[in-house]
């Protein structure tokens, strides 16, 4: 499995989250400013996040596994907001990113980095319109943080994806190779 690179303790940039168990910002909540593999003993349910700042990567299960989901700097007051599949939230990492140098990203329509190749440096709302397939095998990100999603125009499924190479859809978290979009994470 490829390593995330996502730092694990509190960097020079302040960073913090805010977990609520009820929509709209109410019921009980959890403050968090650094990576936690574990939120079991924090919060039964997630339906409402502010993120005060940073960058963050939720995940469904523990340690790290499971959907996840990307939010940037912002209120989301029900889980739609994030496009959450249910109340469930056990841990969370930040990341940040320093450059605002280019983003680069390459796709391939077979695992190891074999068949069609494109390189994006942009969003792409619709992946079946600019790579004849909605499958992605395997993928390079060379520069930037980026998240991949399930369907069309930025909705489903998400994956976070750091600087390295995937050699496989798994290796991103997927359970499958469809991929509908995907966009730069540019706001840090």
Known sequence: MFD???SSSRSSCW???I???DRNFQGR???CDADCPDMNPHFTRCNSIKVES??????EKPNYTGYQYVLTRGEYPDKQRWMGFNDTI???RTFSYTSEGPYRIRIYERPN??????????DCESVQEHFRSRDIYSCKVLD???????HPSFRGRQYFMSPGEYRKFNDWGATCATTGSFRRITEF
Do not use: A, P
Request: aromatic content about 26%; some cysteine; proline content about 0%.
């Open 113 to 122: 980095f074999q068949g069609q190749m494109m390189e994006f440096s942009e």
């Open 15 to 17: 960073t913090q989250i």
């Open 4 to 6: 995330l690179n996502i």
């Open 144 to 150: 930037g943080y980026w998240t991949l999603y399930e």
């Open 29 to 31: 909540s959890y403050e």
């Open 54 to 59: 940073g960058c963050w990567v939720l995940y």
């Open 90 to 92: 056990r841990s969370c």
């Open 19 to 21: 977990f609520y168990e």
